[in-house]
């Protein structure tokens, strides 16, 4: 279920991006850099979280991410628990493919396995229970989320914990104000991309309308929900080449997703952002920065 930065509801860049039973069309493996980049800038938010879920989960022995991706968070499950096995799941064998590569290069590959297919069913591929099972964004690509919940649940050990990152604020990258164009560009970005997302929850296969209230669904899963939390990424200004880089693709992908749904006047604002050679774009200006919110909600298997 890799997400598709832009996919993503509540502000990631790509969609979404994890081994999700996703609806449209996305070519995943295309967006393979980015979800990685996105990962990547993003991973002092998730060791935050992992380490907030360590204190509920001691010595897992199994950990699975349902909806990996390329495994940058997976590896980053890998590095936070050392007597763990793990495992990657995604329906991108391509993206599972430099999960393992990237495995590999950090020392993992020992403990280190990849389950292709769509989820939840893949996950029946599991030869046990899971001690942690990580969902990160990926619930909302499947059409019956609350069905959903109750199939990861039953892949969890008594005792085990599910954790899913799901809502949170979207992304900011630049200020109200940047110096052309109307201001609060951003927030129109961000109504374009809440009806792109009803559209793809709407299009999903035997796709079910919920309240978002996941304490509730995963209530209604027979898990019980023990904390939720949002970790803030801040990346002030200036910010590093990689981050820079990563903001660019970002917009860049925002830019081909959303030009239909925008007026002449933002197109015209994102293409000057786009443009290396525009003193105010995105590749020159000081003021970029990253500031996000990821919210995760923790429930577990009653024993």
Known sequence: MAHDPQAHHHGHPTQHGHGHA?????????????????????????????????????????????????????????????????????????LLERARDRAARLGFADRFDTLVGELPQSLAGLEYPADLLWASRSL??????????????????????????????????????????????????????????????????????????WPALLAAAGLKHTGTRSFLLDIPAPVPDQVRAFVVGVLTRTRDIHADALDAEDRTTLDRL????????????????????????????PV
């Open 22 to 94: 996703h609806g449209g069309d996305v070519d995943w493996a295309a967006l393979a850099a980015l979800l990685e980049a996105e990962a990547e800038v993003s991973a002092p938010g998730y060791a935050r979280a992992l380490a907030w879920l360590g204190k509920e989960v001691t010595e897992p022995g199994l950990i699975v991410d349902a909806g990996s991706g390329p495994g940058v968070i997976a590896c980053l499950m890998a590095e936070t628990f050392p007597g763990a096995r793990v495992v990657a799941a995604d329906a991108s064998e391509p």
């Open 140 to 213: 909302h690509h499947l059409g019956d989320q609350r069905a959903a919940l109750a199939a990861l649940g039953a892949r969890l050990a008594p005792g085990g914990t599910l954790a899913i990152l799901e809502g949170g604020l979207h992304a900011r990258y630049l200020p109200r104000e940047i110096g052309f164009g109307r201001p609060g560009l951003q927030a129109r970005l961000d109504v374009a991309q809440e009806d792109r997302f009803a559209r793809m929850r709407a299009e999903l296969p035997g796709a079910v309308a919920e309240t978002e209230d």
């Open 274 to 301: 786009l443009d290396p050679t525009d003193p105010g774009s995105l590749h020159r200006r000081p003021d970029v920065f990253v500031l996000a919110a990821h919210t995760v909600h923790r429930a577990v298997r």
